[in-house]
């Protein structure tokens, strides 16, 4: 088992840009999460999502801020019209359907840098 | 709301001293805490829960409802030990956790020779 994929490792973007960051998790796992790390800063949770729904968006900025989890492919996070505040570390977890425990499997994280 | 407080930023101990890791929470319901190491140049990974009572690497956390901490122990450190710990929450109900992690700040620790 490859363990939770994320790409790219690191991005760069202009002001205004759009970022896509995606995020495969491990094999059989049906459950998404995309955390951001700002500088200095703890992870925070951002999204949750399974397999074409999203369950809890609570931690996403409403606005250019948008994710998804198709029935086939990675999951995205997307990021329109990115502003130098969104430089960060995106990291995605996954955990199985039938996760009882809590425990979330980390992927490497994506650096988003807008220049 | 569901918050945890890491309030040691850094953290610097000598090999085969005891090393403590605080963590305080607040959470209303019934939490399920956890701590996550991330090695240098490694990804993010559990070190333990508190649900499963285990030891893992000798490090031990004991859940304090009371005190609403999560501290993480270990007797004897060693310098690979080194690396960032954060402790996390889930709220569970009906004993399924709700997903979501709320993560502290993080705790930098370094062992040295």
């Known amino acids: 088992n490859a363990g939770v994929m994320q790409n790219p490792r690191h991005l760069v973007r202009r002001r205004g840009q759009e970022a896509r960051l995606r995020c495969s998790p491990m094999?059989?796992?049906?459950?998404v999460y995309w955390y951001r790390q700002l500088p200095e800063e703890g992870l925070k949770f951002m999204v949750y999502l399974q397999k074409e729904n999203i369950i809890d968006e609570s931690g996403m900025p409403k606005e250019r801020f948008s994710a998804e989890f198709p029935k086939e492919g990675p999951s995205i996070l997307r990021i329109q019209q990115v502003v130098r505040g969104d430089s960060a570390a995106y990291f995605c977890?996954?955990?199985?359907?039938?996760?009882?425990?809590?425990?979330?499997?980390f992927g490497p994280g994506t650096r988003l840098t807008v220049l | 709301a569901q918050r945890v407080t890491q309030p040691e930023k850094l953290l610097s101990v000598f090999k085969g001293a005891p090393v403590e890791l605080k963590c305080n929470y607040s959470?209303?319901?019934?939490?399920?805490l956890f701590w996550y190491v991330q090695y240098s140049r490694q990804r993010l990974q559990l070190l333990l829960r508190?649900?499963s009572r285990e030891s893992i690497k000798g490090f031990t956390a004991d859940l304090n409802k009371g005190e609403t901490s999560f501290h993480l122990k270990k007797p004897f450190a060693q310098e690979e030990d080194s690396a960032m710990y954060y402790c996390a929450l889930s709220g569970r109900a009906g004993g399924t956790s709700y997903g979501k992690l709320t993560f502290g700040q993080g705790t930098i620790l370094t062992v040295h020779p």
């Open positions: 959470y209303s319901g019934s939490p399920e």
């Open positions: 508190h649900i």
């Open positions: 094999k059989g796992h049906s459950h």
């Open positions: 977890a996954s955990s199985p359907k039938t996760s009882g425990s809590g425990e979330q499997f």
